[in-house]
């Protein structure tokens, strides 16, 4: 198992248990009184704080089980989980700058992505981009073997 089917697998497992953990009432705290950013926010129901840092509501929680579950999934094969952790750095540093801007800090009504969930967001999207980019050297080595292959063939590209 390469690096980027590793960091896939274990990042699936970490948000499928993030998404699912967010729908447990003894986990998720119940905050007496709501930041006034909850106020933008469209969509309350099941809001609070995982583990008393991270501000969910049931999109939220949804949307971590599906980046679990495609992470899971996406771990099977080389090129899958590259591809899978390639667009999760991007679409997570995203969410991560959105968290960052006042006006887009609960995505436009849908889910909060302030506070310790910037933090969440930009340190995956980092691993994403490190390991769906960089990290596995021998798609490219294979890439070049291929070239070269062709080059003594004489086929053309």
Same mark, same amino acid.
């Given at each position: $198992? *390469?690096? %980027?089917? *590793?960091? %896939? ?9 993030? +998404? ?6 003894? !986990? ?5 009184? $709501? ?7 469209? =969509? ?6 995982? $583990?008393?840092?991270?501000? =969910?509501?049931? &999109?939220?929680?949804? !949307? ?14 080389? @090129? ?12 997570? /540093?995203?969410?991560?700058?959105? +968290?960052?801007? &006042?006006? %887009?800090? /609960?995505?436009? +009504? ?5 506070? %310790? @969930? ?13 390991? +769906? #980019? #960089?990290? /596995? ?5 294979? #890439? ?5 292959? @062709? ?7």
């Amino acid at each position: $198992m *390469k690096a %980027a089917q *590793k960091f %896939a697998l274990i990042i699936g497992i970490i948000y499928l248990a993030i +998404g699912l953990s967010g729908f447990i009432p003894a !986990i998720v705290s119940q905050s007496g009184s $709501m930041p006034p950013s909850i106020e933008k926010l469209g =969509v309350v129901s099941g809001f609070g704080y995982l $583990m008393g840092l991270f501000p =969910v509501n049931t &999109p939220h929680n949804i !949307i971590h089980i599906v980046t679990g579950l495609l992470g899971i999934v996406a771990s099977i094969a080389l @090129d899958s989980s590259r591809l899978f952790s390639g667009q999760l750095g991007i679409y997570y /540093t995203t969410l991560a700058v959105l +968290g960052l801007v &006042p006006v %887009a800090n /609960t995505f436009f +009504g849908l889910f909060p992505l302030y506070g %310790a @969930d910037v933090f969440l967001h930009g340190l995956t999207g980092a691993l994403g981009i490190y390991f +769906g #980019f #960089f990290a /596995t050297p021998s798609l490219l080595k294979l #890439f070049k073997k291929e070239l070269k292959e @062709d080059a003594v063939s004489g086929e053309i590209l």
